[in-house]
């Protein structure tokens, strides 16, 4: 018995055969998503340091234009 008696040909959906020789593998690294997951903090970090530097010399800088200006 099939189902697919009285319906329209190009209304039948047909089946293909699985590709069971050529699938790719995946391989879950835990180690290698550590890295990766870490990478975004770590970036985060180094950002957030080079900021307050930056800062911290743009304050310095200023501190001395002013003494400058004062001594004049």
């Known amino acids: 018995m099939d189902d697919t008696e009285g319906t329209p040909?190009?209304?039948?959906?047909?089946?293909?055969?699985?590709?069971?020789?050529?699938?790719?593998?995946?391989?879950?690294d835990e180690q290698a998503r550590k890295d990766y997951l870490k990478g975004f903090h770590k970036r985060k970090q180094e950002r957030r340091e080079r900021a307050q530097k930056e800062l911290e010399d743009e304050i310095k800088s200023d501190l001395k234009t002013l003494r400058q200006k004062v001594i004049e």
């Open 9 to 28: 040909s190009f209304l039948v959906q047909r089946r293909s055969k699985k590709n069971r020789q050529t699938k790719t593998q995946l391989v879950f």
